[in-house]
Each structure stands twice: as structure tokens, then as C-alpha cells.
């Protein structure tokens, strides 16, 4: 079943954010696990925020805010995988999922930018 991007953006920080529970706690690990957090969660709140656009420019700007905050989590999801040196093959499994969670939603958001932009001209 396809989901709505409304609730995939939704899952999709809500997942970040159950992952980010499985890190070590130091000051290190910290700083890329908020920024997460706060990118992943951005996502969603600047989709629902993009379909409450005035007009077409202004929803075409706040999805570019959804590309950027999602390729920021793929950024972050990277980091943490590539920092990350527990034998936990499932925290591992969910981080790459998590991943492809992210450039997919970069190319749905993309996709729908340049829709929006063919029905500007």
C-alpha cells in the first residue's frame, strides 16, 4: 500500500527519531543525532506546511525546503552509519532503510517541484 506522503514524512521522522535512541550518549554522537532529529522532523512539518502553499511559487519554495531537510537526514543517516561500530546488524539494517527512506522522498519532493514548475509556465 502506497502511503500518502503526509504520513510517510511523518514515519519517516518518526523512525529517525526511534533509531536515534540506539546511539551512545556523548557529546560526539549527540551533535549528529539532534541534527537528525531536527532535519528528519522537518520534513514533515514542511510538507504539511507546503500544502497549505497561497500560490504556486510558495508551495514550489516550501518543497525545496522539504528536498533540502531530507537530503540533510540522508547527510546525517550517512554520518551515524559510517560512525557507528556497534555489532548491532539491526540498528545497521534500519540506518540503511532509513537511507533509502530519504533519497526516495528527495526524488518524490524533486518530482513534484518540477511539476509545479511546468504548470508555472
Known sequence: ????????????????????????????YNAYVNQLIRSSSSVGANYRASQRGKSTADFINKLKIVEEEADESHFFLEILLDLYDLDDDNVKDEMKRLCKEANELVAIIVASINTAKNKLK
Open 1 to 28: 500500500m502506497v502511503q500518502d506522503l503526509k504520513t510517510r514524512t511523518k514515519k519517516f521522522a518518526l523512525d529517525c527519531w526511534r533509531l536515534c535512541r540506539n546511539f551512545p550518549h556523548s557529546r560526539e
